[in-house]
Antibody, heavy 119, light 113 residues
């Protein structure tokens, strides 16, 4: 059974960089789309971007200037970096696995990790 | 960007009764390969979202057959034939066509009368 687990600091200071890692267990990171999605407290879901197993990325235009995603196939994990954070970046961050041929069909989600931006 | 609009934003349903949620996209999600790039997810209280329907009408494994997805192009519907108490949550549609990003609907909160 595939499992995803987000890890990273729960508190980040304004203007600093948020860094999260998603560890994939029970399956290979190969041949799938891996996305990050966030949810501000009490609000809806926002797609941040994806990294394909071969390193190809695509980011939300509204976050593109601040986002970097990467994949480490040797460690079976992928990562998110979001720079110059503000309070508006406070959210639960989820990592997900999509299909092998398109980004949707997100069958697997991490439990989510709350990241608070505050000094 | 593709805008996804759900309606209603909330509904209260008696157990055993049907429920229906509409999702409309600002651009067609139907591609030349015949697939509609539209998923449905539900987020139950305190949980991560979970996949219900993918490519418009395909039920994900383990999803009860009382859930069904239909529609094509820009208009889609999620139907629950007989609502049960465990169906409480927020339902989201999501377009996976990108151009240039995936987008979610606002969410529809379902509760039980």
């Amino acid at each position: 059974q595939v499992q995803l687990q987000e890890s990273g600091p729960g508190l980040v200071k304004p203007s600093e960089t948020l860094s999260l890692t998603c560890i994939v267990s029970g399956g290979s990171i190969g041949s799938y789309y891996w996305s990050w999605i966030r949810q501000p407290p009490g609000k809806g879901l926002e797609w941040i971007g994806y990294v394909y197993y071969n390193g190809k990325t695509n980011y939300s235009p509204s976050l593109k200037s601040r986002v970097t995603m990467s994949v480490d196939t040797s460690r079976n994990q992928f990562s998110l970096r979001l720079s110059s954070v503000t309070a508006a970046d406070t959210a639960v961050y989820y990592c997900t696995r999509g299909s092998g041929w398109y980004i949707g069909e997100m069958r697997y989600w991490g439990q989510g990790t709350l990241v608070t931006v505050s000094s | 960007d593709i805008v996804m609009t759900q309606s209603p934003l909330s509904l209260s349903v008696t157990p055993g009764e049907p429920a229906s949620i509409s999702c409309r996209s600002s651009q067609s999600l139907l591609q030349n390969n015949g697939y509609n790039y539209l998923d449905w997810y539900v987020q139950k209280p305190g949980q991560s979202p979970q996949l219900l329907i993918y490519l418009g009408s395909n039920r994900a494994s383990g999803v009860p057959d009382r859930f069904s997805g239909s529609g094509s192009g820009t208009d889609f519907t999620l139907k629950i034939s007989r609502v049960e108490s465990e169906d409480v949550g927020v339902y989201y549609c999501m377009q996976a066509l990108q151009t240039p990003q995936c987008t979610f609907g606002q969410g529809t909160k379902l509760d039980i009368k």
